[in-house]
Structure formats: C-alpha cells, structure tokens
C-alpha cells in the first residue's frame, strides 16, 4: 500500500463522517456508508480490516494531533469523526454483509 492510499482513505472516511450528527452513527449506518461510496476494494474482510486500520491508524494517536487541532475540526464535527470511529471500530464483517444483503452493489 502507498502513503498516499490512507491519506485518501481516512479523507473519504472523515467527509462522510461530518455528513451526519454524531448520533447517526452506528456499526449498520457505517457498513451502509462504506457500501454506498464503495470504500472497500473488494467486500471482504481483509478489505474492511484494512480499511478500519488505515482510518483507525491515521485518525488516533500523535500523528493525528496536528488533524484534531485543525479549525476545521468543529466540536460538532469532532463528535461526528469520533462516533464514525467508534461505529467503525466496532464493524464486524457479519454485521456489514448483514448490512448490504439486498443492496444493489457500489458502481464501480
């Protein structure tokens, strides 16, 4: 994987999460979301245990600091990233074929 792929994957990942409130985000609404904008290469569990550790990875600890001061990290958009993050953290690939049985695959 090149560097330049987790820069865009945590970017795509923050964008959709300030799209909604906090509140909204759940492991089901996260496996949608990741569906719906095709953010996995393939709909498998390596692909979404690598996307969760590229987004986990670039989102937590010190090399985010500079990210979480930005000011463009509202509190309100802070909480969205941070319920994104928990609802992420907390997909299984159960819950997310679970999630997109019956919907229509992402376009390519």
């Known amino acids: 994987m090149t560097d ?4 865009k994957t945590t970017t795509q990942f923050v964008l959709l999460s300030v799209k909604h409130d906090a509140a909204y985000w759940s492991p089901a609404t996260m496996a949608q979301a990741v569906h ?3 953010l996995l290469e393939a709909p498998t569990e390596d692909a979404l245990a690598a996307f969760t550790d590229a987004v986990l990875h670039a989102l937590i600890g010190k090399a985010a600091e500079r990210f979480w001061a930005s000011d463009a990290v509202t509190p309100t958009r802070a909480a969205s990233i941070r319920a994104a993050c928990r609802a992420l953290h907390d997909l299984t690939f159960e819950v997310y074929e679970q999630t997109i049985a019956g919907t229509p695959p992402a376009p390519a």
């Open 4 to 7: 330049t792929v987790p820069v």
């Open 36 to 38: 719906d904008l095709g």
